[in-house]
């Protein structure tokens, strides 16, 4: 015992680095199975690189005989760079640091070889391999998401959207993942049309279809799996070739990942598995929580540790979130608690409308000087889109760890375009073809097709009055919709779009496509929505297409940005393993968190997925070392919401008795103050809406009004500290007045620094940085307090 306490105190002495109690018998437990439960913020990388240099230091083993399997390419590289760190003196000796997939990637590589099998892995990025394809061959081009495109296109008889793709290929992935035989792939849910059958069909051709046996991801550790079965020289081999193996982030490990790893153990029993069940987020991915929770039962004499010290966060985040967890029944018991000081008591901001937040975020952090210390957080990848629009027009740097990317080329946007570019000339059949069967009219395939034949470069809708066969009730529609995009040139963006939505027709086609094709209309009504966003306060469409073009590109720059100081945009999934000084998560909303299903399944007494969404934001909340802020809103794309039931429990868990004196009002009403003294107005909300709505009908108008409201002025409360103010100090020499800005001004921005004003048009300013020219929305600088002039 003596002389591992050497090495405890060597290494305190040389790294700084100081063991608890709990972590320093993790270390010395090298013979058998352990479970090592790690709350978060708990040291289990450093506990586990320890463990690895006692192995090598102290018991002699060679590094090569190491196995420690981490979740992504990103852990094997940091582990391996802090082994380097921590013991230099083995760093040109390898451990083996990989991840599950490379593990199986080797032995299915061996299994194939020695079967004298050849194949061609078929998957990486396809994007501009489908810019130059052509479907009308045979054979579609070797790659997974090509090749589901046709079998969908050939089963279905239509083209797949990006949607239908990202919930096929998870189906396919679920069902690989647990093993599941082809009799039980049917009781798997999938949205996708004929999902069973295209997946038998995937099958059959990666096996037939070419030369070379095709290979996907998950094949992968199907293929190692049952080559370990079929091939015991195989299982032999790699067997020997470890004596200890280790996996990280085991919670998020699936059943096939878990069999390759038993396997592989099988002879020695030395497997060391960390994970926490509290974070397992990714049943959806196949995870199996479930498997630590029957550690015993695989390995009976299984020592189980608990690492529940949280040396991340502050005490009041830290025992919020244990008590929050333990709203879950299917865990360990464990209790997370801390060291560390009191800080700023968790916040909760309750907005009017969805439409302001994410305006009110940015200028919750536009003064901030280290941005790279704050993270947005968000369930969906839909909400980084409004963020990305209005951190940009604020000139605030982010990085977007996690973003929607399908956004810029969704369907819906197309759409919105096509209906745009019709307004710039009605003589193009091309364009109509893409929304004849969206919008009023009713045009058929039969009549589209008899258009397209008329030599006449008129007015599509004087040819289709004029030389196709309609029906009696067509024309009053057509002509309609005629004057209607003609009434529509010139029109600003944001009024064109209202146009679209409701004179028309495009938001009742949608309601149908939903019905028809089992599309989420709320998720599509979002994106119009944003498209709304994005186009308020500018002037003319080109202007709204120049900006779409132009945020697909920020959003491509923001990916690259991990390095700077920035704030970061991150799906909760994703942001699991981060951590940082202030956190705020948005959209907390019944409904978004925890999702309406994980309602429903929860009401049926199906509390699987609503623990895990338990789990998700329990995640977020312990990313936060020192600040935590909830965002939620009373209203979301003209429809009441209610704030999430987490929230809530937050709130009863911060301060029970504030929370039982009125559970259903804001605090003000709760301590006997006036509404108006616990909350400030967010400046920057919409006019209401009155009378008729510019190049609108009043039907129309009364129609948009009823399905999106605009907010007006949104109320901003600190629930749980409602005396608090709720945005950061004011810069004093901040610019406030627009008058005060002209071109040739000299200008010092907070983020990009010293620049010169070029051009000023409308709200925008063109300004030359340094660091290059940007274009500010000046009425966000000005509300932010981002701009001081120089001379």
């Known amino acids: 015992m003596q002389g591992n306490e050497e090495f405890f105190t060597r290494k305190r002495e040389e790294l700084g680095v100081e063991l608890n109690e709990?972590?320093?018998?993790?270390?010395?437990?090298?013979?058998?199975?352990?479970?090592?439960?790690?709350?978060?913020?708990?040291?289990?990388?450093?506990?586990?690189?320890m463990r690895i240099g006692y192995l090598v230091e102290e018991k002699g083993v060679r590094p090569e005989r190491i196995k420690a399997v981490t979740f992504s390419r990103a852990s094997a590289r940091d582990m391996k760079e802090r082994f380097d760190r921590f013991f230099p003196k083995h760093s040109g000796e390898r451990v083996a640091f990989s991840t599950i997939h490379s593990l199986a990637f080797e032995m299915m590589r061996d299994s194939l070889r020695k079967q004298r099998i050849d194949y061609r892995i078929i998957e990486g990025d396809a994007a501009e391999l489908e810019e130059d394809v052509d479907f009308a061959g045979e054979r579609p081009p070797l790659h997974k998401k090509l090749i589901l495109r046709e079998l969908y296109r050939r089963i279905v008889g239509d083209h797949m959207t990006d949607d239908q793709m990202d919930e096929l290929t998870t189906y396919i992935s679920f069902v690989k993942n647990k093993l599941l035989p082809q009799e039980e792939w049917g009781a798997v849910k999938c949205e996708v049309a004929d999902a069973e059958r295209l997946l038998a069909e995937y099958e059959r051709f990666k096996r037939e279809g070419a030369d070379k046996r095709l290979i996907d991801y998950d094949d992968m550790l199907v293929l190692a799996n049952e080559a370990l079965d079929a091939d015991r020289e195989l299982l032999r081999k790699y067997q020997r070739r470890y004596d200890y193996v280790m996996t990280d982030e085991s919670q998020d490990t699936s059943l096939v990942q878990h069999a390759i790893v038993e396997k592989l153990v099988q002879g020695h029993g030395n497997l060391c598995v960390v994970a926490d069940d509290d974070q397992s987020i990714y049943a959806w991915r196949a995870a199996e929580p479930q498997y630590l929770l029957d550690f015993k039962k695989a390995y009976p004499r299984a020592r189980l540790l608990k690492m529940e010290q949280n040396y991340r966060s502050s005490r009041n985040i830290v025992q919020v979130a244990n008590r929050f967890i333990k709203r879950n029944k299917n865990r360990y018991d464990k209790n997370m608690f801390t060291d560390n000081p009191e800080a700023e008591p968790i916040v909760v901001h309750r907005l009017s409308d969805y439409q302001l937040q994410a305006k009110f975020v940015a200028e919750r952090v536009a003064e901030e000087d280290n941005l790279r210390e704050i993270a947005v957080l968000?369930?969906?990848?839909?909400?980084?889109?409004?963020?990305?629009?209005?951190?940009?027009?604020?000139?605030?740097?982010?990085?977007?760890?996690?973003?929607?990317?399908?956004?810029?080329?969704?369907?819906?946007?197309?759409?919105?375009?096509?209906?745009?570019?019709?307004?710039?000339?009605?003589?193009?059949?091309?364009?109509?073809?893409?929304?004849?069967?969206?919008?009023?009219?009713?045009?058929?395939?039969?009549q589209m097709a008899a258009l397209k034949a008329v030599p006449q470069p008129d007015s599509v809708f004087d040819n289709l009055m004029n030389y196709v066969s309609l029906r009696d009730y067509q024309f009053k529609l057509l002509q309609e919709c005629k004057e209607t995009f003609e009434r529509m040139k010139g029109m600003a963006p944001r009024d064109a779009i209202q146009t679209i939505r409701y004179d028309l027709g495009y938001e009742k086609a949608i309601d149908k496509m939903c019905e028809r094709l089992g599309f989420r209309k709320e998720y599509l009504i979002g994106i119009l929505n944003t498209l709304e966003d994005i186009a308020e306060g500018l002037e003319t469409m080109e202007a709204f297409a120049h900006r779409l073009k132009y945020l697909e590109q920020v959003m491509k720059t923001a990916r690259r940005r991990r390095s700077d100081n920035a704030v970061t945009f991150s799906t909760l999934h994703s942001a699991k393993g981060l951590e940082f000084e202030r956190v705020l998560i948005v959209d907390l909303v019944d409904g978004i968190l925890p999702s309406n299903d994980d309602i429903k399944k929860h009401e049926e007494e199906d509390a699987a997925d609503m623990e895990e969404a338990v789990r998700l934001f329990y995640v977020g909340m312990t990313r936060a070392k020192r600040r935590l802020e909830l965002c939620a809103y009373d209203r979301r794309d003209g429809t009441k919401t209610k704030v999430s039931r987490f929230v809530n429990a937050v709130r009863r868990i911060q301060d029970p008795e504030a929370f039982q004196a009125?559970?259903?009002?804001?605090?003000?009403?709760?301590?006997?103050?006036?509404?108006?003294?616990?909350?400030?107005?967010?400046?920057?909300?919409?006019?209401?809406?009155?009378?008729?709505?510019?190049?609108?009908?009043?039907a129309a108008a009364s129609a948009a009004a009823s399905t999106r409201r605009p907010p007006g002025k949104a109320t901003v409360v600190r629930i749980d500290n409602p005396r608090a103010k709720a945005t950061a100090a004011r810069n004093p020499n901040a610019v406030r007045e627009a008058a005060l800005l002209a071109v040739g001004s000299a200008v010092e921005h907070r983020s990009f620094g010293r620049g010169r004003i070029e051009r000023l048009r409308g709200d925008h300013a063109v300004v030359r940085f340094e660091a290059g020219q940007k274009t500010l929305s000046v009425s966000a600088c000005l509300e932010m307090g981002l701009l001081e002039l120089k001379g």
């Open 378 to 446: 968000y369930r969906n990848n839909s909400s980084s889109i409004a963020l990305l629009n209005a951190f940009d027009r604020a000139g605030i740097l982010f990085y977007m760890k996690d973003g929607d990317n399908r956004f810029f080329s969704h369907w819906v946007v197309e759409d919105v375009l096509n209906f745009m570019r019709m307004t710039f000339t009605d003589r193009r059949p091309d364009i109509l073809e893409k929304i004849h069967s969206k919008m009023n009219g009713y045009i058929t395939k039969q």
């Open 662 to 698: 009125a559970p259903g009002k804001r605090p003000a009403e709760a301590n006997g103050e006036s509404a108006g003294r616990a909350h400030e107005a967010f400046a920057g909300g919409e006019r209401a809406m009155g009378g008729q709505a510019p190049g609108r009908g009043r």
């Open 22 to 49: 709990v972590q320093k018998k993790a270390v010395l437990h090298t013979e058998g199975a352990l479970l090592l439960l790690a709350s978060p913020g708990s040291g289990k990388t450093t506990t586990l690189i």
